[in-house]
Structure formats: structure tokens, C-alpha cells
């Protein structure tokens, strides 16, 4: 089913017209041109799907059209409808802006920032205020009204939301009501239709029980969303549900491989991963078959008369903020997987999961499946992200990883020069972020006096293993959702716990306490640059931009011209194009220039988000020459 679209239909980003994709989890349609910009942003911002060359469940694209024609646009342009705002010169993008960059800045600002979303008053307990807009949002869902959910949903209440004194989440709600759209935008946001209420019971029992026969049926569909997703992409048919088939496990075509070794190694490796780590694997690897049929729609659906720049192409999957650096490395080594590979993966995925579900203690009925078989969008739900390892790499290791056993290694990608970072930072970050730095300043100090010990002491090994390096601050802060993630700066409050201060100097990197002291430079440098910002004088923006690119060149003046680890060559150009973006940035802020942007908190938050990359560049250097010269 695809949509019909009307004449007065326009893009909800630049209002062009005869918009031909939708942002589903945003209810909005959008252009080519402002469609190209969310696929760059990745699925846990923008869920892109084309109107008429995309198959569509009949309900969830009935979701779509309502929130668009009731104006759900204006949830994420809510300020921008201020007339205030107009007399500021803070405008949307038009049809005639360029792609690049007025149209990415506007929509990265709207989606990714939720710099123009309507604010709450600020309260004391971020908590109870989530937790007030979730029990709003459990009382809405029994209506039809679309749009307040969505609203509650973008100021931070929770979909999965269990209340305590009804004993139900809203989507048993939705669905004791009959409400069906409500039960595809609850969905999306993350709601699990396999959760049971205080009575034991799930929202496929109470549609079926008050005669909801079609959203019964759809929530089935929710439930085995994953794993039908992937035997579609392979074999273009789903499971009967209706009649008890819940999997389709297709045949290679061409099987030999999958006899030999190595594919043998690999398939007893993804049987062996946790049910929590296998449910990871299953999603990235949906993101990824998400990522290759929304490419293969979007090349076919393009004026080839225009030229299809890099600018417009997703390479591999966007780096989320919320999933660590392992993870994150991972999920964009999947796309260097040809065909015959990723097929192999994903029909082991498909086996795996029956074995799994069918297997399971939990199971009480057909319908009640495994956690790996929850609907794909609990990936964007409020389940705490693995914060071992806060460092969100913007490219993909050259390290293997176990999942990557079975590609071919003839074929590597290069590493890209990307400017990709680690997610908004906002004002209201500052304060906290300036405690992680001066608790990270701390440690720094506190290695750099250990290393002095040792070099006085002059012996080739010393007990300060046992250095008191577990007093870590809280490194949380929430985020707009309400979530919880790491903040990500020279370390996550400290060095990491492997900087054990045995400084032997290695023949190709500097020692450790050389790139240390560079590393308490730059820091300090970005501390003054956050009070400057605090304060709101942007007049010393420039200076400290220029102290921090000083520091920087003199650290990357350390290294070797061609270093021989890939790692540190990453590290090294995030480190630099970070310390030159920063500085362009900076000077946008210098009032009295027409040309430049007038909105400075924008600015702001661009330059915040530079000083993170430079930060955490800085800490991967570190980290680097530290287990190097330890070696």
C-alpha cells in the first residue's frame, strides 16, 4: 500500500513540493533533497521510508498521514512559529537553500538538536518530570488524539512506561481501546508488545479479548517485526502468523560455503553470544538490511539528469551516541559484506532466533516470544546502553571483530575522514561536562606524578598498579529523551584503568607522559572555552579556539608524519579537522557579519560539539601511546 499524494502536500523541512518519503517516528513527509540528510542521520533519529516504492503496513502509514495532516510538524518547529523568531532571522529552510549546508544544518537543528521542540519549565527532578509527561501519555493513548502523544513522546515520556498504580504500560491501554494508530506510534517509539501487566497479561491478549481483531493481528506482526524484516529482504515473503508460522528460514542458493570451516566457526561463534548480545547483532543487522533496500530505493528514485554526489550517500550505518565504540565499529563493518556473505549471516540470524524462541522457558503461547524477537524499535527504547566503553569511534575498526570471521578480508574499506560525532551537547550539559574535565584533569595529574616517580626511581617495574585510579565521578547526564548516556570527554572522569604508568618509550610513538602533558594543555584550554560559552562571551571564543589548535599541533607534532597504526592515523586527523572545524565555527560567532548565522546558541552548540571530538581524540591518543609504550 502506498500513499496518494495530494497537491497541497509539501516537505515539512524546506515546504518544496510533491514530497516522496516519509519520516515515520517523526510523522512528517519530506523531499529528495531533505530525505538524503535524515537517511545521513541514522535510524535512531530519523526513520526514513519512500511513500510509494516502500511497502507499507496499512496501519502505520495511516499513523503517518494523520500525524501530518494534524500538524505534527509543528512539535519540531514549535518555536520557529514565534513570531519572534522571524524578527531574530532564525527561519526554516526553503526549497531554493543547498543541500549543504543550509538545508543539513536546519534539519540536523530540528531533529537531531530539537533546538526549535516547545521546553518544559526546568525542575529540579528531570525524573519525576518523565515520569509525569509518561503517566500523561498512558491516559492519552485510549483517545484518538495522535499528535498529543507525539508531543509527550518528543519531551522525554517513556513508551515502554510501566505504571505503577494501573499495573500497564500504555500500549495495554492502546489496545485495550481498540486504538490501533496509537499502537503503530507507540511502537515505533519503542513500545514491546510481548510485556505483560500486573494481571500477567499482554496487549495482543486485551485486543484480542475485546475483539480487535486487526490490531491483534498487527501487534503479532510488531512482535516478529526483526525476523520477518530479515526473511523478506532474502526471499520477498513473510511468516503466515495467522495460521502459526512465525519463521521463514530461506535456502543459499549456492550453499558450498556455508560447509566450510570457517562458516562452521563463525555460526557456532553467533550461537554462543548471550540472548542480550545476540538481540544486538539482530538489530544492527536489521538497521543494515534497513540501510541497503532504503540505498537500492533511493538510487532508483532519483533524477539521474542530477548528479548524485558523495554528500548524498550513506557508505554505512551512522554512528548512534548511545551505543559504545565496539558496537558502533560493528554495525559499519556489516557493510563491507557482499551479498552471498550478509545473506549467510542473516540466514544464520533467522535459524538462531527460532532455536532460541523455541527453546525458551519464557514462552507461554505461540505469540510470546524471546527478547531477541522484540519489535526493532526497542532499540530506541529506555534500556540502559553498555557504558564500559564510552568512545564513539566515527569510523570503522580494521580490527576483526567475531561477527566479521566470515566476510572477505580482500576488500577493505578505507578509513574515512569523517567529522561524524558523538551526538548534541547542550548548554545545559556544561556544568556537569566541566566537572568530568576537572575530575579528568585530576587523574592526568595524577599519572603524570606516578610516571615522575618511576622515572626517579628508575626500575623497570613498580607496584602502582595498585594506584587508586576507582574513584570515578558520575559521568551520566540525561538527554532530551530522558534517557541516560555517557558524557564523552578525555576519558569518561578519568583515564582509562589500562594507563598503567610503565613508561618504556616506544621506537614510533612519544612517551606517554609527553602526549599526557599536551593532553592537560588542550584540557584546560577547553575548560576556559566552556566558561566562556556559559557566560555567553563569545568574544573569547576565537582566542580559545586558537590555544586549543596551538596545543593540538604541537601534540600532533609529537607522532610520526605516516604513522604505521591505523588507530592513531584516525585519531590524529579527528584530532586536527576537530581543532580547524573548531576555530571556522568560533569565528561564526564574532558579531557583525551578514554571512554568518545570526542564531548563536546554534553556534554554540557547534562549537561544543568540536571541543568533544578534539577531547576524545585526545583520549584515544592517550590510551594509545599508554598500552603501546607499556608493551
Known amino acids: 500500500m502506498s500513499k496518494r499524494l495530494r497537491s497541497s502536500d509539501v516537505c515539512a523541512d524546506c515546504s518544496g513540493p510533491d514530497p516522496s518519503w516519509a519520516s515515520v517516528n517523526r510523522g512528517t513527509f519530506i523531499c529528495d533533497e531533505c530525505c538524503s540528510v535524515h ?4 535510524r535512531h533519529i530519523s526513520q526514513v521510508r519512500h511513500l510509494k516504492h516502500t511497502p507499507w503496513p496499512p496501519t502505520l502509514l495511516q499513523m503517518v498521514e494523520t500525524l501530518y495532516n494534524n500538524g505534527a510538524n509543528s ?7 514565534d513570531p519572534a523568531s522571524i524578527m531574530s532571522g532564525r527561519r526554516k529552510a526553503n526549497p531554493q537553500d543547498k543541500v549543504h549546508p543550509n538545508k543539513a544544518e536546519f534539519i540536523r537543528a530540528k531533529y537531531q538538536m530539537l533546538a526549535f521542540v516547545h521546553r518544559l519549565p526546568c525542575r529540579d527532578d528531570d525524573s519525576v518530570t518523565a515520569k509525569d509527561l509518561s503517566k500523561q501519555l498512558h491516559s492519552s493513548v485510549r483517545t484518538g488524539n495522535l499528535e498529543t502523544c507525539l508531543r509527550l513522546l518528543s519531551l522525554g515520556a517513556q513508551a515502554n512506561f510501566f505504571h505503577p498504580e494501573k499495573g500497564s504500560t500504555p ?23 510481548g510485556t505483560q501487566d500486573s494481571s500477567g497479561k499482554t496487549p495482543v491478549d486485551y485486543a484480542r479479548q475485546g475483539g480487535h481483531h486487526e490490531l491483534a493481528e498487527r501487534l503479532v506482526e510488531i512482535q516478529y517485526e526483526l525476523t520477518d524484516r530479515l526473511a523478506f529482504y532474502l526471499c520477498g515473503r513473510k511468516p503466515d502468523h495467522k495460521n502459526g508460522q512465525h519463521f521463514i528460514i530461506p535456502q543459499m542458493a549456492d550453499s558450498s560455503l556455508d560447509v566450510s570451516e570457517l562458516a562452521k566457526a563463525a555460526k557456532k561463534k553467533l550461537q554462543s553470544l548471550s540472548n542480550h548480545l545476540f538481540e544486538e547483532l539482530a538489530m544492527d543487522v536489521y538497521d543494515e538490511v534497513d540501510r541497503r533496500e532504503t540505498d537500492a530505493v533511493w538510487l532508483a528514485t532519483q533524477n539521474h539528469s542530477t548528479l548524485v554526489t558523495e554528500t548524498t550517500v550513506v557508505p554505512f550505518l551512522p554512528v548512534n551516541p548511545e551505543y559504545s565504540s565496539t558496537r558502533n565499529q560493528g554495525r559499519q563493518k ?14 544464520d540470524i533467522l535459524s ?19 527478547l531477541i524477537l522484540r519489535t526493532v524499535s526497542n532499540q530506541h527504547s529506555t534500556e540502559s ?23 572477505s578480508k580482500a576488500s577493505r574499506q578505507k578509513s574515512l575522514d569523517s567529522d561524524l560525532s558523538d551526538g548534541p551537547v547542550t548548554v545545559q550539559d556544561f556544568m556537569e561536562v566541566r566537572s568530568a574535565l576537572v575530575a579528568s584533569e585530576a587523574k592526568i595529574q595524577q599519572l603524570m606524578k606516578a610516571s615522575r616517580l618511576e622515572k626517579q626511581n628508575s626500575t623497570p617495574e613498580s607496584d602502582y598498579d595498585n594506584t587508586p585510579y576507582d574513584t570515578e565521578p558520575d559521568d551520566t547526564v540525561p538527554n532530551r529523551k530522558g534517557r541516560q ?19 618504556v618509550p616506544s621506537p614510533t610513538l612519544p612517551s606517554t607522559e609527553d602526549v599526557i602533558r599536551k593532553t592537560e594543555q588542550i584540557t584546560k584550554n577547553i575548560q576556559e572555552l566552556l566558561r566562556a560559552a556559559q557566560e555567553n562571551t563569545h568574544d573569547s571564543y576565537i582566542p580559545c579556539s586558537e590555544r586549543i589548535h596551538v596545543a593540538v599541533t604541537e601534540m600532533a607534532a609529537l607522532f610520526p608524519k605516516k604513522p604505521k597504526s591505523d588507530t592513531v592515523r584516525t585519531s590524529l586527523r579527528l584530532l586536527t579537522s576537530s581543532a580547524y572545524r573548531l576555530q571556522s565555527e568560533c569565528r561564526k560567532a564574532l558579531p557583525g557579519d551578514a554571512s554568518l548565522p545570526t542564531d548563536v546558541q546554534l553556534v554554540t552548540q557547534q562549537v561544543i560539539q568540536c571541543a568533544y571530538d578534539i577531547a576524545k581524540a585526545a583520549k584515544q591518543l592517550v590510551t594509545i601511546t599508554t598500552k603501546e609504550n607499556n608493551n
Open 352 to 370: 538462531d532466533a527460532k532455536r532460541r524462541q523455541q527453546g525458551s522457558p519464557l514462552s507461554r503461547s505461540k505469540d510470546n516470544v524471546e
Open 385 to 407: 546502553q553498555d557504558n564500559d566503553q564510552p568512545d564513539y569511534d566515527s569510523v570503522a575498526s580494521d580490527e576483526d571483530t567475531d561477527v566479521e570471521t566470515r566476510a
Open 171 to 193: 500500549l495495554h491501554v492502546a489496545s485495550k481501546a481498540g486504538q490501533i494508530l496509537q499502537a503503530e506510534l507507540l511502537a515505533v517509539y519503542g513500545a514491546d508488545p
Open 485 to 503: 548516556r555517557s558524557v564523552v570527554w578525555p576519558g569518561d572522569g578519568s583515564l582509562p584503568d589500562t594507563a598503567e604508568p610503565h613508561l
Open 39 to 42: 537517511r545521513s542521520l541514522g
Open 75 to 81: 512539535i519540531w518547529e514549535h518555536s520557529l512559529l
Open 334 to 347: 556489516l557493510a563491507r559484506f557482499n551479498a552471498h556473505e550478509f545473506a549467510t549471516l542473516v540466514i
